[in-house]
């Protein structure tokens, strides 16, 4: 069975810093991987998908990358904002439409 | 675009009672999945169905739970008898299965407390 895990469990970090959250999974067979946002109380807003054939993609602020033979991937947000504080999510897609969800990285952006 | 839609938002019940949440999936839509999400297990996967075809309900904890969709635009998901155990935020998500990226698009979820 797939495994998602996302280190760290939180990170604080001052605002305008630079900074990158990182998903790992086991089975390297993905069709693609999702970035969502959450914010407390709220449903999941999704960020990024990068298909298996892609190396990364780009939106604002937010670069996703992804490693399918190492089974990794990353979120860099540039410029951090108090606004980016929320815990963010990755979420893998495998084969049978199976999706499976890492414990998310609870963001604090300090202003 | 609405978006997906769910109710109620917040549900508080007691113990033994049933409990029906609902879905709206986003039109267009041919797949919509049941997510359940706590602290102590993060978001699991419950149930998704397929052209209003259950596909895969292994995630369904227990047969005091069951999903219906009747047709493509509501879905519902019964818990009966609740327990306390079953208190958590229960998520519907909706995606266009023919289309490449199958991206994921949730709704703002049922918060569930059972007393």
Known sequence: KQEVTQIPAALSVPEGEN????????DSAIYNLQWFRQDP??????LLLIQSSQREQTSGRLNA???????????????????????????????GNQFYFGTGTSLTVIP | DAGVIQSPRHEVTEM?????LRCKPISGHNSLFWYRQ????????LIYFNNN?????????EDRFSAKMPNAS???????????????VYFCASTRRDLSSYEQYFGPGTRLTVT
């Open chain 2, 38 to 45: 706590t602290m102590m297990r993060g978001l699991e996967l």
């Open chain 2, 16 to 20: 033994g009672q049933e409990v029906t």
């Open chain 1, 41 to 46: 109380g709220k449903g999941l807003t999704s």
């Open chain 2, 74 to 88: 509501f879905s519902t998901l019964k818990i009966q008898p609740s327990e306390p155990r079953d208190s958590a």
């Open chain 1, 65 to 95: 990358s992804l490693d399918k033979s190492s089974g990794r991937s990353t979120l860099y947000i540039a410029a951090s904002q108090p606004g980016d504080s929320a815990t963010y999510l990755c979420a893998v897609r495998s084969p």
């Open chain 1, 19 to 26: 900074l990158v959250l990182n998903c790992s999974f086991t």
């Open chain 2, 53 to 61: 075809v259950p596909i895969d309900d292994s995630g369904m904890p």
